[in-house]
């Protein structure tokens, strides 16, 4: 099998995961399989058997399928290898365990350090958006592309936070946002967020730090559906994730400055 077919079947086994994962969690969302929210660290990060009993489920896909290569997962860690698997069984748990239906399941597929594979589920909505690196970004097989939005006027722009980032310096940054005239909101699921950047529905997501379960399959979408995004990870590598900024081409320069996350 030449590489270009193996990256291929990879990308088909990371969909046909996503989507049975994101099924998974559906019986959860909608209480066929009863499950109790947990509290992390801070009050308002959850987990509940559905993020574990998701994770579980692709943890054994993956090394069933593919036994030689490592997987990162929120909930269960892992490790990073020459072929890794990236996996947030459920990307927006506090939504999913209020009944939003605005969460995903995000697989990302990392070689020798290099994005190349990513499949973003929106199971309540049944939207899949993939990315293979250097064939561009599908959603539910149609071709999808960042927006034309050049103006921050014109934008509608998505400002990501959880309780670990700094509230002043999230504060600041959506007030310079809200003054230059863009329409500022948070979602909740990262994943999701960039993977509407990438289908042209926002025209871009900021938020000062990810971890690389949640942002490394959304970034690769992005990217392929032409848009721009800041250096990921970080200077302390995939482990410690970094900040995310990622947009349309003509808004990109404009928002690095205001969020100046790469300095």
Same mark, same amino acid.
């Given at each position: 099998?030449? #590489?270009?077919?193996?990256?291929?079947?990879?990308?088909?086994?990371?969909?046909?995961?996503?989507?049975?994962?994101?099924?998974?969690?559906?019986?959860?969302?909608?209480?066929?399989?009863?499950?109790?929210?947990?509290?992390? #660290?801070?009050?308002?990060?959850?987990?509940?058997?559905?993020?574990?009993?998701?994770?579980?489920?692709?943890?054994?896909?993956?090394?069933?399928?593919?036994?030689?290569?490592?997987?990162?997962? =929120?909930?269960?860690? @892992?490790?990073?290898?020459?072929?890794?698997?990236?996996?947030?069984?459920?990307?927006?748990?506090?939504?999913?365990?209020?009944?939003?239906?605005?969460?995903?399941?995000?697989?990302?597929?990392?070689?020798?350090?290099?994005?190349?594979?990513?499949?973003?589920?929106?199971?309540?909505?049944? =939207?899949?958006?993939?990315?293979?690196?250097?064939?561009?970004?599908?959603?539910?097989?149609?071709?999808?592309?960042?927006?034309?939005?050049?103006?921050?006027?014109?934008?509608?722009?998505?400002?990501?936070?959880?309780?670990r980032h700094d509230l002043d310096a999230h504060l600041r940054l959506?007030?310079?946002?809200?003054?230059?005239?863009?329409?500022?909101?948070?979602?909740?699921?990262? #994943?999701?967020?960039?993977?509407?950047?990438?289908? @042209?529905?926002?025209?871009?997501?900021?938020?000062?730090?990810?971890?690389?379960?949640?942002?490394? @399959?959304?970034?690769?979408? $992005?990217? =392929?559906?032409?848009?721009? $995004?800041?250096?990921?990870? @970080?200077?302390?590598?995939?482990?410690?994730?970094?900040?995310?900024?990622?947009?349309?081409?003509?808004?990109?320069?404009?928002?690095?400055?205001?969020?100046?996350?790469?300095?």
């Amino acid at each position: 099998m030449t #590489a270009s077919h193996e990256l291929d079947a990879r990308a088909r086994f990371a969909a046909d995961l996503a989507r049975d994962a994101g099924a998974l969690a559906l019986r959860y969302f909608h209480h066929e399989l009863d499950y109790t929210a947990e509290s992390k #660290a801070n009050l308002q990060d959850y987990v509940s058997i559905a993020d574990r009993s998701v994770e579980a489920l692709c943890r054994d896909r993956i090394a069933h399928v593919f036994p030689n290569d490592s997987m990162l997962g =929120e909930e269960g860690g @892992g490790a990073i290898g020459e072929r890794t698997w990236l996996v947030d069984p459920i990307d927006g748990t506090l939504n999913f365990v209020h009944g939003v239906r605005y969460w995903c399941v995000s697989v990302a597929f990392v070689e020798n350090g290099v994005r190349r594979i990513a499949a973003v589920y929106d199971a309540p909505s049944d =939207e899949l958006f993939t990315a293979v690196s250097g064939k561009g970004a599908r959603m539910n097989d149609r071709p999808i592309g960042v927006s034309s939005t050049a103006s921050l006027a014109r934008a509608l722009v998505l400002h990501g936070f959880v309780q670990r980032h700094d509230l002043d310096a999230h504060l600041r940054l959506r007030r310079a946002l809200l003054a230059g005239g863009a329409e500022v909101k948070d979602h909740g699921a990262g #994943a999701l967020m960039l993977a509407h950047v990438a289908a @042209g529905r926002v025209d871009a997501y900021l938020e000062p730090h990810m971890h690389p379960w949640d942002a490394t @399959g959304g970034l690769l979408l $992005v990217e =392929e559906g032409g848009g721009r $995004v800041l250096p990921y990870p @970080g200077r302390n590598g995939v482990h410690a994730g970094g900040a995310v900024l990622a947009s349309a081409p003509g808004l990109f320069d404009e928002l690095a400055a205001l969020a100046a996350f790469a300095a």
